[in-house]
């Protein structure tokens, strides 16, 4: 089983800033691209940024610079540290990675993370 947690939400003031962690943990065998997506009431699910194994990055346009996502590959980690938050990044973060659990087949399979909360006091 694959199993993806992720941490670091809270409440912060606009202006403040945030460090998102998820590490993927059972059977494992390679990790593709890992990446965070949101999701504000009433909202559907929306990109924030992915990385992929080789550290290449993409960035939603709200971004704009202020987030930054980065993954540790020894730690199945991916991070993303939020500056300058804004009342409308309330949402809800998701972590996300495409994962191969086996040597022996090819599939690779999205896992989740539950998700944690981020609120933005205006």
């Known amino acids: 089983q694959v199993q993806l947690v992720d941490s670091g939400g809270g409440l912060v003031q606009a202006g403040g800033s945030l460090r998102l962690s998820c590490a993927a943990s059972g059977s494992i065998f390679s990790i593709n691209a890992m990446g965070w997506y949101r999701q504000a009431p009433g909202k559907q699910r929306e990109l924030v940024a992915v990385?992929?194994?080789?550290?290449?990055?993409n960035y939603a346009g709200f971004v704009k610079g202020r987030f930054t996502i980065s993954r540790d590959n020894a730690k199945n980690a991916v991070y993303l540290e939020m500056n300058s938050l804004k009342a409308d990044d309330t949402a809800v973060y998701y972590c996300n990675a495409a994962i191969r659990p086996s040597p022996i087949r090819s599939y690779v399979g999205s896992y989740w993370g539950q998700g944690t909360q981020v609120t933005v006091s205006s």
């Open positions: 990385i992929t194994n080789d550290g290449s990055t």
